[in-house]
């Protein structure tokens, strides 16, 4: 089975600094493998080790990606294939674009997995606009993936239930965190992900945009918050009970 | 905010231009692995809910130890620095296992600096993979520093010596596979590696300590302990000297450990400050707060680039004795005032509160242990005096 994972290089929100302004530093922002995009390529080893055959990594991003690739190759991945473009210039529909011209390049596969959402941006739109692209099946909220033989059953986590649906080989597929526990790459293995095949290909030659219009980014800022300051007093059991209410009433914890 | 950070990043950068982003890679790895699956369970290591074993095997198993060993032995070849920065991360998620850790590869430390071929063959690789766990056994009731007025004995008997003493104060005792062990022989002071279980092997309790509770200390007793000829390691009369060098190294580490425990007390602190209120205003606006805020951050640094600089003249193999021991006097003692400042700083909360004076205690042990800071204090004086000449 060959299998595509889709990953993006992107800005680790734990060390994001904003500065007086309100504007995020982006220059300079240290970078990270987006969160759920680990519980793809988790599901990716695991396809693998079931069916065997061929994971391989792809991102569109700027030499940065470099380190996610890594880390992808690192927990397990067999290659990689870095879209050279810069990910605050492109849109969505220009990462989807460019990753399907990697992959049809690279293919053909017979799945293709991506993360619900990058952890910076987070629109959910290259996944569906992928498959588009690449004329296959798309299961978004993917929580459970059962391949056998020409089809696959795929369970969803929708709002407030689990839809299974069946889709034909290929298909792309949005995965969400409770699909699995992503493992840890021990150190020999990051070590050795230096060695495996890492190729870069230029994304404009790749996917020329042509007379494809895009938004272009102005500005960017973090939306103010304001804290409420509520103070709870009593005792111990007094007081978390209050906090359990104030919660429930904001809407933290579930009614 | 990352257990691996953009300050350290910077160090690596700094320290190694060429090398430092598979370090990095190798350092922010290891500590989003701390962070997720060894930071959470510290507070319950403290209060012994969570036994040691488990994520230990599981830092052992991500290769943690394996980091500054060559490869021939199943390490990774990299820098001390490397491994002394993990050690850092590891004090700030937890010190008891960090603790036992440091202890374990310093033994390894020592086998492959003063082991034959062969004993290295045998136990580092399992050591260095985590497979075996080691033990360093110096202490005893009635010596410390002073390592040459050591009583147990060693005596050589056809193909055996028969160890007879005791051990005290020893970290990863009756837990571990492997003990190195310092017994007197004919010759004077002489180094042994004793495998367990051994019929001739025994543990006292475990000891009550202030803080550092997650690891076991106990009493190591020798009672006629037959240990094969093959075993005794290096020159025999030498073992004093091993100790010395061996500790020199593990003191790099100490001070790095201290740097991490010092890192999250410090942590902790700050976020108080903002989050507190006194008078109307947030406490971090008071000056006398913010002199403590700036003396912890001060000590931090500064105890970071002592370990990095020690580091850096172990590796050059230039004698590096007096740098492991201004960074371990100066990152422990800097790592208690971190974390009085800490308590201090949380008022009632701090002395009160489990999950911030642990850090004080755990800080306490290391102005004492492996070097005190007064023994310490005098070979870097002497050092220095014989330096200037």
Known sequence: MKIAVCVKHAVDETELKIDPSGRPQLTGAVGKMSTFDKNAVEEGLRLKTTHSGEVVVFTVGTADSKKTMKEALAMGADRGVIVLADPLEVDAARTAGMLAAAIKRGGPFDVVLCSEGSSDAYTGLVPPMLAEFLGMAYVGYARKVEVSGASARIGRSLEDSVEVVETPVPFVAAVVSEINEPRYPTLIQIMQASKKPLEELNGEQLAPAGDYKQASLVSMSAQPSSRKHVVIQGSPEEAAAKLVDALTKEGVLPK | ?????????????????????????????????????????????????????????????????????????????????????????????????????????????????????????????????????????????????????????????????????????????????????????????????????????????????????????????????????????????????????ILHGARIVVAALNVGIAQIAYSKALAYTKARRAFGKSIAEFQLIREKIADMKTGISAGRLLYFYASKVKESGEDFSSEASQAKVFATEMSLRVCDHAIQIHGGYGYTTDDLHRHWRDARLLTIGEGTSEVLRMLIARRELARSL
């Open chain 2, 1 to 245: 905010m990352a257990i691996y950070n953009a300050e350290h990043r910077r160090l690596m950068e700094m320290f190694y231009p060429s090398d430092n982003q598979e370090y990095s890679e190798v350092l922010s790895s290891l500590g989003t692995f701390m962070q997720k699956e060894i930071l959470p369970v510290s507070p319950k290591l403290d209060t012994g809910e969570v036994p040691i074993m488990g994520p230990r095997k599981a830092l052992f198993e991500q290769g943690m130890c394996r980091i500054p060993f060559p490869a021939k032995y199943g390490g990774l070849g990299l820098p001390f620095s490397v491994y002394a920065n993990a050690v850092e991360l590891l004090g700030t998620a937890d010190a008891s296992i960090a603790l036992s850790i440091e202890i374990h590869n310093a033994v390894a430390e020592g086998l492959l600096r003063y082991g034959s071929e062969e004993q290295r063959k045998k136990y580092l690789q399992r050591i260095v993979s985590g497979k075996s766990l080691a033990s360093f056994a110096l202490t005893e009731p009635a010596s410390g520093s002073d390592a040459g007025n050591m009583a147990t004995t060693a005596e050589r008997k056809g193909g055996d010596y028969i160890i007879n003493g005791s051990k005290m104060f020893i970290t990863n005792a009756g837990e571990a596979d492997l003990y190195l062990v310092f017994a007197k022989t004919r010759r004077g002071p002489s180094c042994f590696i004793v495998e367990a279980p051994n019929p001739g092997l025994k543990f006292g309790g475990e000891l009550g300590k202030l803080g550092m509770k997650g690891s076991k200390t106990s009493e190591v007793i020798f009672s006629d302990c037959r240990v094969p000829v093959e075993d005794h390691m290096g020159e025999e009369g030498k073992g004093a000297d091993y100790a010395k060098e």
